[in-house]
């Protein structure tokens, strides 16, 4: 049995990873090359995704020294912590003359349970494991502040554990804005000339040097690069690590289409394949006597002939290429072309091809570029599949 990689599908008119700049003379503006449809809209800066709210840090401290620490029981062995909003609390580190930073990593985990605190290249780091503006803060606040005279003997012992570590006394981390918040807004520039443009505006300016900016959205049909307004796009889908096949009709489907849409001559390796379909929208509507609806069927009915050939040697010439009963094209059955009084550069071709299994496939195609509102005026629809 033949097959294909299936190729075409309805057309989500959604525009992936599309590169843009910042609109002229700004740095926080970035207008939309295709209107977009909705709010579904995703930005990447330098390769990193930008959600609407912004990118924040999370609060993250090392400590300054790397090991081994020194710390002595009863003279720098404390710290004192606070996190969040809650009250700042006396933290007995682990003691000894060679301490590793994964010991005391470990053993301040167990004491401090909101934060992250792990160990790499031999420094302990605290992490409060979130980002944003409501993300959870911690410090390492002075007891100088509250006992002056630094009479107290933990005032000595956790100014001495900072000391170890590399600690400045009172430090506080912050979750802090890198990069701003942003939201679509109208764009006044193609309000002024009667459009409807969106733009991507920045909170604040972005102060990255030459920024690299590639955004994903959804356009209406008639923006659409994929399909060009045909709402129908030709291109592989992965499935599973590979990618989806067609058999038997919908192999017929997609081989026929391939030869009716295909302009005749254009291909490198085979110029009889295709049509002069695409040639004969938008011209005249009589040429020498003949309808132009005539010269469609005509074109329709000889690109069904070059392609029952092929079949024909396939099926008879290459037995491991065998052609099934239901994707040899036996005969055109039946065909019709319309031709929108209100849109002659388009014409809906309608065809019905029996296979060799008596079953017929309907195909039913929008031909030229057109005004994708076509698709469902005058109270008809037409499904392009």
Not at 168 to 175: A, D, E, L, N, Q
Request: with cysteine; aromatic share 10%.
């Amino acid at each position: 049995m033949s097959y294909d990689f299936a190729l075409e599908k309805i057309c989500t008119h959604e525009i992936k990873l599309e590169t843009v700049n910042f609109v002229a003379g700004t740095e926080d503006s970035i207008r939309f090359p295709k209107n977009p449809t909705n709010s579904n809209v995703n930005v990447r800066m330098d390769s990193i995704v930008i959600p609407p709210s912004g990118l924040w840090s999370a609060p993250e401290l090392p400590f300054s020294k790397a090991e081994p620490y020194r710390i002595v029981s009863g003279v720098s062995d404390m710290l004192y912590v606070q996190v969040g909003s809650d009250s700042a609390r006396l933290i007995q580190m682990v003691s000894g003359n060679n301490v590793k930073a994964l010991d005391i990593a470990k053993d301040l985990s167990q004491k401090i349970p909101e934060l992250s605190i792990t160990a790499s290249d031999g420094r302990v780091f605290f992490n409060s494991n979130e980002s944003g503006p409501t993300a959870t803060s911690f410090s390492f606040p002075d007891p100088r502040w509250t006992d002056k005279t630094s009479s107290l003997p933990t005032t000595h012992r956790i100014l001495g554990g900072y000391a170890q570590v590399g600690i400045v006394p009172g430090r506080k981390v912050v979750s802090r804005k890198t990069i701003p918040s942003w939201s679509i807004v109208e764009d006044n520039m193609t309000l002024a000339a009667g459009g409807n443009g969106k733009l991507i505006r920045f909170s604040e300016p972005i102060r990255n040097a030459n920024p690299v900016f590639q955004i994903g959205y959804f356009t209406d049909p008639m923006n659409c690069r994929r399909c060009q307004g045909t709402q129908i796009e030709f291109d592989y889908s992965p499935l599973n690590g590979s990618y989806e096949t067609v058999y038997d009709a919908d192999l017929l489907s997609q081989e026929f289409g391939k030869f009716l849409f295909t302009k005749s001559g254009t291909h490198f390796k085979w110029p009889w394949l295709g049509s002069r379909l695409t040639d004969r929208i938008g011209g005249k509507n009589v040429m020498n006597g003949v309808t132009s609806s005539a010269l469609i069927t005509l074109d329709v009915n000889q690109a069904f002939k070059v392609y029952q050939n092929i079949k024909t040697q396939q099926d008879q010439q290459f037995p491991f290429q065998q052609v099934s009963d239901e994707e040899f094209p036996y005969s055109l059955s039946s065909l019709t072309v319309q031709i929108p009084q209100n849109d002659p550069t388009v014409a809906i071709v309608v065809s019905s091809v029996t296979s060799r299994s008596r079953n017929p496939t309907v195909l039913k195609r929008l031909i030229g570029n057109p005004n994708p509102f076509l698709l469902s005026s005058g109270g008809q629809s037409f499904r392009l599949v």
